[in-house]
């Protein structure tokens, strides 16, 4: 079962489960019923990690067991990252960024279809990061060049932080 932090039911649920044997993956979307529910297309027995997200909320971690109960989630709100590199604003270089957790690895955020997304493309030194989850996270933006800038930026949930890298 579902629910944003309002007890709100979402329009629609992201999920991505993996095995944690690591064989199978299961991943998409789906409106949950009227009581928040969805059902995962019938996963292999075992244990499982499943990622869970909506459009406006952060991605949550659960571990799941097949057979075994339903699993319940609160969606938290998410934060919006409005990331510039004002060096890049007029280059015509590719470069992408990646939301790193304090441990250095990256930040799990789903989209639609369950498509986990761990780096986004910049165009004109700009991008925009949706649906990450609040905490403080290690922005990084490295371009095709191998220049590379990064900080630490505190997020909370359901606000809109701008994240200037120089």
Same mark, same amino acid.
């Given at each position: 079962?579902? !629910?944003?932090?309002?007890? !709100?039911?979402?329009?629609? #649920?992201?999920?991505?489960?993996?095995?944690?044997?690591?064989?199978? =993956?299961?991943?998409?979307?789906?409106?949950?019923? =009227?009581?928040?529910?969805?059902?995962?297309?019938?996963?292999?027995?075992?244990?499982? !990690?499943?990622?869970?997200?909506?459009?406006?909320?952060?991605?949550?971690?659960?571990?799941?067991?097949?057979?075994?109960?339903?699993?319940?989630?609160?969606?938290?709100?998410?934060? !919006?990252? =409005?990331?510039?590199?004002?060096?890049?604003?007029?280059?015509?270089?590719?470069?992408?960024?990646?939301?790193?957790?304090?441990?250095?690895?990256?930040?799990?955020?789903?989209?639609?279809?369950? =498509?986990?997304?761990?780096?986004?493309?910049?165009?004109?030194?700009?991008?925009?990061?949706?649906?990450?989850?609040?905490?403080?996270?290690?922005?990084?933006?490295?371009?095709?060049?191998?220049?590379?800038?990064?900080?630490?930026?505190?997020?909370?949930?359901?606000?809109?932080?701008? #994240?200037?890298?120089?």
């Amino acid at each position: 079962m579902a !629910r944003l932090a309002s007890g !709100r039911i979402p329009p629609v #649920v992201h999920f991505h489960a993996v095995s944690t044997a690591g064989a199978q =993956a299961i991943t998409g979307s789906q409106a949950p019923d =009227a009581e928040g529910r969805i059902r995962l297309p019938t996963p292999s027995q075992g244990s499982w !990690r499943l990622l869970i997200g909506a459009p406006g909320s952060g991605t949550v971690e659960v571990p799941a067991q097949t057979p075994g109960p339903p699993v319940s989630v609160m969606l938290p709100p998410a934060a !919006r990252l =409005a990331v510039q590199v004002p060096e890049l604003a007029t280059a015509d270089v590719r470069a992408e960024v990646t939301v790193l957790g304090p441990d250095g690895s990256p930040v799990p955020v789903l989209g639609p279809g369950g =498509a986990l997304r761990q780096t986004w493309p910049m165009v004109g030194g700009k991008t925009t990061i949706e649906d990450l989850p609040a905490g403080t996270w290690i922005v990084d933006a490295t371009a095709g060049d191998g220049r590379r800038w990064s900080t630490t930026v505190v997020a909370p949930g359901a606000a809109s932080v701008p #994240v200037i890298l120089e």
